[in-house]
């Protein structure tokens, strides 16, 4: 009774330990906050000089003083400063514009990966009803990931230029007219162009993904980036899910028809959203950005200041490449580059891999070991493996979440060094190949956590005039990795399918070598919108 009544005391005293401690950061963040205040709404002192003393003016006599310092009065109590960065923590703070952004990149991205995974389980198909060569399979693959590559670049300046918002609403289009001709297409070529439209959609839509980030306060950015992150994971796994119960019995065209819907959701969703005010604010469009503010405070239930403009940064255009590859950003662009390359060399490798290994019991049976080149049949996907395959998605929706919990415990910077050595360790674990789902679930769900966490830097760590440009180079980078992986996947798997894991094991180094030149952590930096000086 003595020692549960000493429990009793302890509790109840370590939980009002805990309520001082919540009240006293609840207390100097208000105080904070009035300083900050205090300090935009105030001229460096100016209200108190009432007098014509040397040094405190131009020359001029105290009523000359008095009138200037009373002129300055009547503009600040007309007006209210404030940069972006505050404007979002501060005032807009988060709320259904944020929501609606991230249901927006969650629909983007779900679509885009759904159309990548969706051709894993059509080609199988499309191998019977067409008899596809190993060359041309690759090349369905190919096609879609070469367009989106060459693509991302172009639009991403074209993005940076006239607006983050056109590109969501004519890429969703282009991607689902892509997506629709496909499952009328009479033939394999036919079906092919329709890859090349459904690839040039998904470039121009992700050229628009940094608007996402942009309306987010710095405090919520992970959350965002994440809710992309887990759209990716979910496309893939509600295409794998989808096809065990629909597949058959629709057909493929209708099955196929039927994965453009999002797009249509996409659309939809991107008709409300309001144009970046970072975006306009950068390129000197203050009225617009205005409008674009009061449009995303009305949806928070906000009410502005009177009297609130943003501070305006004023920064000359430059070509691509001096944008991108400035002095300050060239470390970055190397290191991101190589490891969002690295990544999705084994990221779009899996994702051709899956099905074709599941399909054809890779590693035999369960507990039997050892690597079997798989015969190039017409054998379209079991339900069994279906469900496999589902499974294995999930694990990487999973590790989308574990990536989101490390970064916002420990950063950025520790966590992707550790999950890509650890990705590392466990590709190398797929050689010993004892149970084909068991190893490729775990090789998926750990390339989610990297994933996950390298677009949390890739999204907080450029300024606002180049983000796009940044990424979508940085983008495109990577989709030259997922070119290598996928390809090699063809080229590879039916001849020599020990090489394609080696493949994938240096790919794997090589990101976290990445890792290791990346040197900036981005967790505690606000959101720049110029390059610090």
């Known amino acids: 009774a003595v020692v549960s009544t000493q429990s009793g005391h302890y509790g109840r005293g370590i939980q009002i330990l805990f309520e001082s401690v919540r009240f006293f950061r609840w207390f100097m963040g208000m105080i904070h906050l009035e300083e900050r205040r205090n300090l935009l709404q105030d001229s460096d002192g100016a209200d108190n000089i009432s007098d014509g003393s040397p040094g405190m003016g131009l020359g001029e006599g105290p009523d000359g003083l008095q ?74 693959t190919l096609t879609i990931y070469l367009t989106y590559f060459l693509s991302v670049p172009v639009f991403g300046r074209v993005c940076d230029r006239f607006g983050r918002r056109p590109p969501l609403l004519v890429g969703s289009l282009v991607v689902g007219i892509g997506g629709v001709l496909s499952a009328a297409a009479p033939s394999k070529w036919v079906f092919l162009l329709c890859r090349v439209i459904t690839g040039i959609g998904i470039g121009i839509v992700s050229a628009g993904n940094a608007i996402f980030l942009e309306i987010t306060p ?160 017409c054998t379209e996907l079991t339900s069994d493996a279906m469900a496999n395959l589902s499974l294995a998605t999930f694990s990487g929706l999973i590790g989308t979440i574990v990536g989101c919990a490390s970064s916002m415990v420990w950063g950025r910077l520790n966590p992707i060094r550790t999950s890509t050595l650890i ?50 180079f940085i983008n495109a980078i990577g989709k030259l990795g997922g070119i290598i992986g996928s390809s090699a996947v063809y080229g590879l798997l039916y001849t020599s399918p020990a090489a394609l894991l080696a493949l994938f094991l240096v790919a794997s180094g090589l990101c976290f070598t990445g890792t290791i030149i990346l040197n900036t952590e981005t967790k505690y930096i606000l959101l720049q919108d110029v390059d610090p000086k």
């Open 423 to 472: 990705q590392t360790l466990v590709i190398s674990g797929l050689f010993l190949c004892t149970n084909t789902t068991v190893n490729l679930s775990a090789a998926v769900f750990i390339t989610g956590v990297v994933n996950c966490i390298e677009w949390i830097v890739i999204s907080e760590v450029f300024p606002t005039k180049v983000r796009a440009s940044s990424i979508g």
């Open 67 to 140: 009138k200037d310092h009373q002129e300055e009065r009547n503009d600040e109590e007309r007006e209210m400063i404030v940069d972006i960065n505050t404007l979002y923590d501060d005032i807009i703070k988060i709320g259904p514009a944020q929501y609606l952004s991230w249901a927006l990149g969650f629909v983007i991205l779900a679509t885009e990966f759904g159309e990548i995974a969706l051709l894993g389980i059509l080609i199988p198909m499309l191998r019977c009803e067409w008899d596809l060569t190993v060359g041309f399979e690759g090349a369905i």
């Open 218 to 377: 710095n405090t919520h950015r992970v959350p965002c980036v994440v809710s992309g992150m887990m759209g990716v994971y979910f496309g893939k796994l509600a295409v794998s899910v989808a096809g065990y119960f629909l597949l058959r019995p629709l057909g493929w065209r209708w099955f196929t028809a039927l994965a453009g819907i999002p797009c249509l959701i996409a659309m939809a969703i991107a008709t409300f959203m309001p144009e970046s005010p970072r975006y306009l604010i950068v390129w000197g469009k203050e009225e617009e950005a205005m409008a674009s503010i009061r449009f995303i405070a009305k949806l928070n239930r906000v009410s502005l200041p009177p009297g609130l403009r943003v501070r305006v940064y004023d920064e000359d255009e430059g070509s691509f490449f001096r944008d991108v590859f400035a002095k300050d950003r060239i470390r970055h662009v190397i290191a991101l580059g190589l490891i969002l390359g690295s990544n999705l060399c084994v990221v779009y490798g899996l994702v051709v891999f899956l099905p074709l290994a599941l399909m054809s019991h890779f590693c035999g049976v369960v507990g039997g070991g050892g690597m079997s080149v798989p015969p190039h049949t």
